[in-house]
């Protein structure tokens, strides 16, 4: 199953380590089968609130995600960013292809009590 990084990141003033960090990010994922899905990108917000960006990485699996998470090359830039930037970053697995809420819906019903 596809497995997800996404970040929803605050606004923050540009400063080089950011810039830096952003040069260096693609070299860190992409050993991992990873690419960026969202980055950048203008968003429209239909409910709610969502102050700042978001940011989604797909990765091949979970496995793949946190590997690149948990590694030297990632772990040596994040500074670059969380010392500028708040937010709330997870890895998410996706759901498998051919996924049918339908059947997830009729299940979660027959959990539901008698009326």
Do not use: C, N
């Not at 990108?41 to 940011?55: D, F, I, L, T």
Request: no cysteine; charged share 25%.
């Amino acid at each position: 199953m596809p497995a997800y990084a996404i970040a929803h990141l605050q606004e923050a003033t540009l400063v080089p380590e950011i810039v830096e960090y952003i040069e260096r990010i693609t070299a860190t994922f992409e050993p991992y089968g990873g690419r960026f899905l969202v980055h950048g990108a203008q968003r429209e917000v239909k409910e709610g609130s969502w102050p700042g960006h978001v940011v989604v990485i797909g990765f091949p699996g979970i496995a793949e995600a946190r590997a690149w998470w948990d590694s030297a090359a990632y772990q040596e830039i994040a500074p670059l960013r969380s010392r500028y930037i708040e937010g709330d970053i997870i890895l998410v697995e996706g759901v498998p292809e051919g996924y049918d809420a339908t059947a997830t819906a009729k299940a979660l019903r027959e959990t539901l009590p008698a009326e």
